[in-house]
């Protein structure tokens, strides 16, 4: 079964500079949410996207911004890089089957950002 | 507001033993819960979920949990575990409106033989 993509998986950036990050969701699925993982930290909520809209927003700093493309891939932008940047970043999508709402995330295989 | 509450940090465990990674929720609304494992250097896998209907939920990997909402709690088990489950384990608790996760801040599962 086709399941979530990252890419890239990992990267390093210097300090200031920018990054994209990009999320394939699994077909069919129309939301997408991303997520940060620092080390040793619990994943964090950054935000999330509906058929094109952002949904909700959650701890995502100004530098930082994202949408959801006409295809549903996602990318999320990340400027002015600071060290404290490096994590895990996790995108997970869900859908709707049959007209339900599928409440269960499906997470991709994260990328991981090192910020020197 | 959600949140999630995993007292233990690390739990260790001899092989073939049973094991149960406790974690509590608040909210003050209808809650969907949810258990996902995370392996070193992997993403998150979904164990098993809590929508509605029985408490009693029954995952992947011969893991289950039990809902208590009068307790707030749910706690995961498994009758017997293998070298092969030691990872990171997290709780997670959506509200169904936005299906945004908060995830409690894991139990490290360290089997050893």
């Known amino acids: 079964a086709a399941g979530v993509i990252q890419s890239p998986r990992h990267l390093i950036k210097e300090k200031r500079e920018t990054a994209t990050l990009k999320c394939y969701p699994i077909?069919?699925?129309?939301?997408v949410y991303w997520y940060q993982q620092g080390p040793g930290q619990d994943p964090q909520f950054l935000i999330s996207?509906?058929?094109?809209?952002?949904?909700d927003k959650g701890s995502i700093p100004d530098r930082f911004s994202a949408q959801q493309f006409s295809d549903y891939h996602s990318e999320l932008n990340m400027s002015s890089l600071e060290l404290g940047d490096s994590a895990l970043y996790f995108c997970?999508?869900?859908?709707?089957?049959?007209?339900?709402?599928?409440?269960?995330?499906?997470f991709g295989p994260g990328t991981r950002l090192t910020v020197l | 507001a959600q949140s999630v509450t995993q007292l233990d940090s690390q739990v260790p465990v001899f092989e073939e033993a049973p094991v149960e990674l406790r974690c509590n929720y608040s909210?003050?609304?209808?809650?969907?819960l949810f258990w996902y494992v995370q392996y070193p250097n992997q993403g998150l896998q979904l164990l098993l979920k809590y929508l509605s209907g029985s408490t009693l939920v029954k995952g992947i990997n011969g893991f289950e949990a039990e809902f208590n909402k009068s307790q707030t709690s749910f706690h995961l088990r498994k009758p017997s575990v293998h070298i092969s489950d030691t990872a990171e384990y997290f709780c997670?608790?959506?509200?169904?409106?936005?299906?945004?996760?908060?995830f409690g801040t894991g139990t490290l599962l360290a089997v050893q033989p």
């Open positions: 909210s003050s609304v209808s809650v969907y």
């Open positions: 077909p069919r699925h129309d939301t």
């Open positions: 997970a999508s869900s859908g709707r089957l049959a007209g339900g709402i599928m409440y269960e995330q499906f």
């Open positions: 997670a608790v959506s509200d169904g409106a936005t299906n945004k996760l908060i």
């Open positions: 996207f509906y058929e094109k809209m952002q949904s």
